[in-house]
């Protein structure tokens, strides 16, 4: 091998002439083995660096070589995001932890295949700073559903909106140490003579609808009222305390509320609504446009042009609370549909115009309570 080298070595110098023993040849020979060392330990280094690159690389996507076997699968997994409705991911045979303090809870899994596969948890019943901008599917369904009006920019006007009310939800995630017990009252003439009063009263939340009036009706619908669901058109003052749930239809629903808490300039959308409405700034909520369109596609099934007000005030509580139970919905034992403070000939305004299914949505309610969900308190 060295002489290999030397050759080359030589034949590189191009001096000496084949011979030993000269300075000048002792020279070359000195600077030849010198090269060949050079040489040598470049390539050592070379080899060195190469293989400590590839264990480099190995290492900085996944350092598998340390880990111990599963390692990247638990990996995996983790990166799966957490609210693909984890409660589902389980297995079926999996004993399910509770969710709430309840003896029954809404939120509880493997009760109702029917209910497991509808809810959906991750849609947020209120309209917040953090789901401004609606998907598009919903957003084009919203604005339709009161084509007359020209839609505003919603960023602007929501913008405007949170800087009066707060803008952010105030209701947590599943709690195994809560028990949150809710009423949803209707407005149905079956609660006459029913005496709930004291049931309804007795529920940490309370949810009343539209006009729904409590003085003079105590005995039967109670006295206390948490929440109140109304839109722009059948809006009323409500007590301190109260948190008035707005159920927008259109973008001018969103500016009206704004001036109604604010400016007052607005005071006709298609009929006239209050100039200034008295309710707690601090507690208005905006019911959320892409929960009001999961309901109608998941819950009533396009039964109806949309939901009535009643059913998505119930899916709401079916959404923040640990027990629901009905009151005041469907007809009474004549089969009327009126209200329960007045002989209201246009009952049906619910129940006839077509504009909500009134039977498929008895339907559900009965199929909810069928499946545990809710309770359903008949009335008269
Ligand atoms: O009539 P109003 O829409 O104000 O009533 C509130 C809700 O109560 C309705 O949207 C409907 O869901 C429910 N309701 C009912 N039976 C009635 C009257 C109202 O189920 N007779």
Redesign the pocket.
């Given at each position: 091998m060295s002489g290999g080298v030397v050759v080359g070595g030589g034949g590189s110098t191009g001096v000496g002439n084949g011979g030993g023993g000269s300075g000048t040849e002792k020279g070359g020979r000195v600077r030849c083995s010198r090269r060949i060392w050079v040489l040598l330990g470049s390539l050592v280094l070379v080899f060195l660096t190469s293989l400590f690159l590839s264990v480099s690389l190995r290492g900085g996507v996944g350092f598998n070589y340390l880990e111990p076997p599963g390692w990247e699968e638990s990996r995996r997994v983790k990166l799966v995001p957490s609210y693909v409705g984890a409660h589902r991911l389980s297995p079926p045979d999996a004993p399910q932890q509770k969710t709430c303090a309840c003896p029954r809870c809404v939120g509880d899994p493997g009760v109702s295949d029917w209910f497991d596969e509808n809810y959906d948890p991750d849609i947020s019943p209120v309209w917040t700073r953090d789901n401004v901008q609606l998907p598009s599917d919903v957003y084009y369904w919203w604005v339709m559903l009161q084509p007359q009006f020209k839609p505003h920019s919603i960023q602007q006007v929501l913008l405007r909106l949170f800087q009066v009310i707060p803008g952010r939800s105030p209701y947590g995630s599943w709690d195994p140490g809560r028990c949150l017990r809710c009423a949803v009252v209707?407005?149905?003439?079956?609660l006459r003579g029913a005496g709930y009063g004291a049931t309804i009263d007795g529920h940490n939340y309370i949810m009343r609808?539209?006009?729904?009036p409590t003085v003079g009706y105590e005995e039967d619908a109670g006295s206390h009222t948490t929440h109140h669901f109304m839109y722009p058109e059948?809006a009323k003052n409500l007590a301190a305390n109260v948190s008035f749930v707005l159920v927008p239809f259109k973008t001018l629903d969103l500016v009206w509320i704004t001036s109604a808490l604010s400016t007052g300039q607005i005071r006709f959308t298609y009929a006239p609504v209050k100039q200034f409405l008295r309710v707690d700034k601090d507690k208005v909520q905006i019911f959320n446009p892409a929960f009001f369109k999961y309901i109608h596609d998941r819950w009533t099934r396009h039964h109806g042009r949309y939901?009535?007000?009643?059913?998505?005030?119930?899916f709401f509580a079916l959404h923040v609370c640990d027990e629901v139970n009905v009151f005041?919905?469907?007809?009474?034992s004549r089969g009327?549909?009126?209200?329960?403070w007045e002989q209201n000939r246009y009952?049906g305004?619910?129940?006839k115009t077509g504009v909500?299914d009134?039977d498929y949505?008895?339907q559900i309610?009965q199929r909810l309570a069928k499946a545990g969900k809710i309770t359903v308190f008949p009335g008269k």
């Open positions: 209707g407005n149905s003439g079956n609808i539209n006009l729904a059948s939901p009535s007000t009643g059913m998505l005030v119930l005041g919905f469907g007809a009474d009327n549909w009126h209200h329960y009952s305004e619910f129940r909500h009134a949505e008895a309610i």
